[in-house]
Structure formats: structure tokens, C-alpha cells
Nanobody, 125 residues
């Protein structure tokens, strides 16, 4: 499974961005996908996740009122819609795929099987 993240950039506080994660390869084996971010000097942080069919979605409390996650199965692409961006959202955003279900699977970052290369999001104040 290959993942290609895109859509990051430099924006101002309050702006919106849409990140994309295009998936290719043995996608039929994927159970769910997530967005994880890592800010400079900080640990990786779960942001959002979605099952492969799109029927189940999870959003971290820190961004629950501003971010949404979706996917387009026809395009094998997952999206992270980010509104009301804040400087604390500055990070490299990674998309990742997990093959197996597990309780609260989306939060176990070390159990994602495939990772994209990341896309930088920088929010200026």
C-alpha cells in the first residue's frame, strides 16, 4: 500500500486547508486510515481517522469543532478538511493506513502499517 499526502502550505490564522491522501496498491487489505501530525519538538498526535468504507469516523477532541475527515472511494483518496486554523495546528501531517481492526485502533499510532511522506502545514499568527 502506498500513500501520497498533499495539500499543505503556509496560511494565516483562521484560514482553511484541505489535505489529501491518495492510496494505491493493495488497498483492499486496508481496514482504516488516519491523519497524524507532529509539531517540532513534540510527539506524534492523532488527529482523525476513518474506516475504509467511510462508515466510521473519529476526530481528536483538540480539533473536533474545526476539522472533518472524509474519503472518496472512487478516487481511493482520504481528505482532512481543516477550518479555523490556529498557529498550534502547525505541524507535519501524515496519513497512515492500518490493516487490522483493534479496539480504538485509530489511536494506536505504532500499529499503523503504512505511512505517507507527510505534508507541512504552517499557520502564521
Amino acid at each position: 500500500v502506498q500513500l501520497q499526502a498533499s495539500g499543505g502550505g503556509l496560511v494565516q490564522t483562521g484560514d482553511s486547508l484541505r489535505l489529501s491522501c491518495e492510496t494505491s496498491g493493495r488497498t483492499f487489505s486496508v481496514y482504516g486510515m488516519g491523519w497524524i501530525r507532529q509539531a517540532p519538538g513534540k510527539e506524534r498526535e492523532f488527529v482523525a481517522a476513518i474506516s475504509w468504507t467511510g462508515g466510521t469516523r473519529y476526530i481528536a477532541d483538540a480539533v473536533n469543532e474545526r476539522f472533518t475527515i472524509s474519503r472518496d472511494n472512487a478516487k481511493n483518496t482520504m481528505y482532512l478538511h481543516m477550518n479555523g486554523l490556529k498557529p498550534e495546528d502547525t505541524a507535519v501531517y501524515y496519513c497512515a493506513a492500518r490493516l487490522k481492526y483493534g479496539q480504538m485502533w485509530y489511536r494506536h499510532l505504532d500499529e499503523y502499517d503504512y505511512w505517507g511522506q507527510g505534508t507541512q502545514v504552517t499557520v502564521s499568527s
